[in-house]
C-alpha cells in the first residue's frame, strides 16, 4: 500500500533558526496536505497542494510540492516557540482517502 | 467553519465493556467521515472510512466487529469498541471533508482500557 515518509523523525532548534521537514510517497499523489498537531491536540489543518511543483507560502510557512508529485516539503522561516508542535504530511490516493507521512516533531527552544 | 464535535474527549473503561465515540460535523453535511487512531508519539493510521446510510470500509488489519461503526445521518458517525482490551487503549480520531478542501478533525477521544 502507499507509504509515506517524513525526515527528519525530531529536530530541535533555538528559536530564529530555520526548519525544514521533507515528505515522500511511494505513489504519486494527487494532492498533498500539511497539518500541525500540538501535543496532546489534534491535528489542523496547514494548507494543501495540487499542482506539479506548487509552491505556497503562509506567513513564514513556505509549502512545496514535487514535480513529480510524489515529495513535498515545509519550510519555516525564524521559528518562534509557538511552531512547537508535530508537522505531518498527508497523502491523497485514493477515495478521498488520506495517508498520513509518519511525522516531524519540532522543538523550539529559546 | 467546518467544525466537527468529537464527544467524550476522554474515557476510562473496564476490560470486556464497549465505549461508544460520537463524532458530529457541526455547520455542514458529511457523507464520509473518517476514523483514525494515534498511539502515542506515532502517526495517524486509517482505521474506515464511514460512509453515510451505507456500511463503512475499513482498512486492511482492523476488525470490522470490534470497531462498529455507524453513520446514520449527514452529521454523525459513530465508532462503537467492543469488547476493549487494554490494547485497545489509544487516541481515536474523526475527521471529515467540506468540499474541495482539507480535512477537519475533531479533537480527539483518548481511550484508556483498565
Known amino acids: 500500500g502507499q507509504q509515506v515518509m517524513q525526515i527528519p523523525q525530531y529536530q530541535h532548534v533555538q528559536e530564529g533558526e530555520d526548519f525544514t521537514t521533507y515528505c515522500n510517497s511511494s505513489t504519486t499523489l494527487s494532492n498533498i496536505q500539511w497539518y500541525k498537531q500540538r501535543p496532546g491536540g489534534h491535528p489542523v489543518f496547514l494548507i494543501q497542494?495540487?499542482?506539479?511543483?506548487e509552491v505556497k507560502k503562509q506567513k513564514r510557512l513556505t509549502f512545496q510540492f514535487g514535480e513529480a508529485k510524489k515529495n513535498s516539503s515545509l519550510h519555516i522561516t525564524a521559528t518562534q516557540t509557538t511552531d512547537v508542535g508535530t508537522y505531518f504530511c498527508a497523502g491523497a490516493g485514493t477515495a478521498s482517502k488520506l495517508t498520513f507521512g509518519t511525522g516531524t516533531r519540532l522543538q523550539v527552544t529559546l | 467553519g467546518a467544525v466537527v464535535s468529537q464527544h467524550p474527549s476522554w474515557v476510562i473503561c473496564k476490560s470486556g465493556t464497549s465505549v461508544k465515540i460520537e463524532c458530529r460535523s457541526l455547520?455542514?453535511?458529511?457523507?464520509?467521515m473518517f476514523w483514525y487512531r494515534q498511539f502515542p508519539k506515532q502517526s495517524l493510521m486509517l482505521m474506515a472510512t464511514?460512509?453515510?446510510?451505507?456500511?463503512?470500509?475499513?482498512e486492511q488489519g482492523v476488525e470490522k466487529d470490534k470497531f462498529l461503526i455507524n453513520h446514520a445521518s449527514l452529521t454523525l458517525s459513530t465508532l462503537t469498541v467492543t469488547s476493549a482490551h487494554p490494547e485497545d487503549s489509544s487516541f481515536y480520531i474523526c475527521s471529515a471533508r467540506r468540499g474541495d478542501y482539507g480535512y477537519t478533525f475533531g479533537s480527539g477521544t483518548r481511550l484508556t482500557v483498565v
Open positions: 497542494l495540487v499542482k506539479s511543483g
Open positions: 464511514s460512509n453515510e446510510g451505507s456500511k463503512a470500509t475499513y
Open positions: 455547520d455542514f453535511q458529511a457523507t464520509t
